[in-house]
């Protein structure tokens, strides 16, 4: 990421999901507390429960079936 630029949508979603992991370094935890836009951060946030749910379901239907 640039200088003092806005960091960007997929900046949050990589945030998003390296925490959805919970690999997170404590110098990025810290940069991103400067750095995110808590409107990207709830964005991502709903976009990787939306996507984990959706895996979750596809994988029960192929098992099921």
Do not use: C, E, Q
Request: glycine share 8%; charged share 20%.
């Amino acid at each position: 990421m640039s200088g003092s630029g806005k960091p960007s949508f997929l900046y949050s979603l990589k945030a998003v999901m390296w925490s959805f992991v919970g690999l997170r370094r404590k110098s990025d935890f810290d940069k991103d507390d400067v750095k995110l836009n808590p409107f990207h951060v709830i964005l991502a946030g709903l976009l990787a429960v939306a996507l984990f749910i959706g895996i979750l379901v596809t994988v029960v239907k192929l098992v099921v079936s």
